[in-house]
């Protein structure tokens, strides 16, 4: 059974760089056969894809978080993480990983549970 | 690339809840649903326009046509109560691209 937990601080100060780890189980991101994705969603409000990498270092990003997002992938740990720098109050909010399946066009088969972070002094 | 969904849904126990998920030439794209109920992860209930996967009730089905995709849930069970979201892949940009969601009532 495919399994992803979320894991790093709850509290960051505003400017600082919000940084969450995805460790997987039950799947190896070296075999290739995915994509695996970092997703959020604000307080109360709908889903919003970050990015997602593959195990080759290749990733993709939202353009409207882009200038500030990088993620990175750690075969050897069977993880992948994410850093979200120069945060503000409005990048509080639940962030997910996910595996992304590539079968026909990429969607989210499994998440992780989420983790809350928020952003304040 | 905008997805738009109805921000709610209501149905009674028993009938049929019919959510929207409207973009331009969505009919062009494959589109898949995601049910996310209180303080949970969100878990796929539909791929491709029309495919289940393993161990979600066929209760759930789904179309895509022209500018519209739907989720159609018949009958609905109280334990559908729960957040509703589009997807699709923006090939262009290669970014994912979520619906708002649409909030399903069971009165």
């Known amino acids: 059974q495919v399994q992803l937990q979320e894991s790093g601080p709850g509290l960051v100060k505003p400017s600082e760089t919000l940084s969450l780890t995805c460790s997987v189980s039950?799947?190896?991101?070296?075999?290739?056969?995915?994509?695996w994705s970092w997703i959020r969603q604000h307080p109360g409000k709908g889903v919003q894809w970050i990015g997602y990498?593959?195990?080759?270092?290749?990733?993709s990003y939202n353009s409207a978080l882009k200038s500030r997002v990088v993620i990175s992938v750690h075969t050897s740990k069977n993880q992948f993480s994410l850093k979200l720098n120069s945060v503000t109050a409005a990048d509080t909010a639940i962030y997910y990983c996910?595996?992304?399946?590539?079968?026909?066009?990429?969607?989210?088969?499994?998440w992780g549970q989420g983790i809350l972070v928020t952003v304040s002094s | 690339y905008v997805l738009t969904q109805p921000p709610s849904v209501s149905v009674a126990p028993g009938q049929t809840a019919t959510i929207t998920c409207a973009g331009n030439?969505?009919?062009?794209?494959?589109v898949h649903w995601y049910q996310q109920k209180a303080g949970q992860a969100p878990v796929l209930v539909v791929y491709i326009d029309t495919d289940r996967p393993s161990g979600i009730p066929e209760r759930f089905s789904g179309s895509n046509s022209g500018k519209t995709a739907t989720l159609t849930i018949s009958r609905v069970e109280v334990g559908d109560e729960a957040d509703y979201y589009c997807q699709v892949w923006e090939s262009s940009s290669d970014e994912g691209v979520f619906g708002g969601g649409t909030k399903l009532t069971v009165l």
């Open positions: 039950g799947d190896s991101i070296r075999s290739g056969g995915h994509y």
């Open positions: 996910a595996r992304t399946s590539t079968v026909t066009t990429p969607l989210f088969d499994y």
């Open positions: 030439n969505i009919g062009s794209k494959s």
């Open positions: 990498i593959f195990y080759t270092g290749t990733t």
